[in-house]
């Protein structure tokens, strides 16, 4: 499985911003995708989670409310709406496949393949 992360972008706070992840090679076995992020000097933390079988999402609490994630079967894409977005949501985003698991992972070593990181870039 690859996976090329885009969309990523420069935004005042209160902007929006659609991230995408394409998918491509073995997305058949794909269980979940989720999106992470990292801000400089800060760990990868966990944003948002779909399963690609049954749509079921899940969200870190820092952006339930803000952030949508959907799949679009398809394309072979996982998106990711933000909105409202504040200067805290600064960070490197990355798209992540799990191929082993049917219940959505919070953590990055419960998934497989990576995509390469979208800079996402919020200014107050």
């Known amino acids: 499985v690859q996976l090329q992360a885009y969309g990523g972008g420069l935004v005042q706070a209160g902007g929006s911003l659609r991230l995408s992840c394409a998918a491509s090679?073995?997305?058949?076995?794909?269980?979940?995708v989720g999106w992470f992020r990292q801000a400089p000097g800060k760990e990868r933390e966990f944003v948002a989670a779909i399963s690609w079988i049954s749509g079921s999402t899940y969200y870190a609490d820092s952006v339930k409310g803000r952030f949508t994630i959907s799949r679009d079967n398809a394309k072979n894409t996982v998106n990711l709406q933000m909105n409202s977005l504040k200067p805290e949501d600064t960070a490197v985003y990355y798209c992540?496949?799990?191929?082993?698991?049917?219940?959505?992972?919070?953590?990055?070593?419960?998934?497989?393949?990576w995509g390469q990181g979208t800079q996402v870039t919020v200014s107050s």
């Open positions: 090679g073995r997305t058949s076995s794909s269980s979940n």
């Open positions: 992540a496949a799990d191929i082993r698991r049917r219940q959505l992972g919070l953590r990055g070593d419960e998934y497989d393949y």
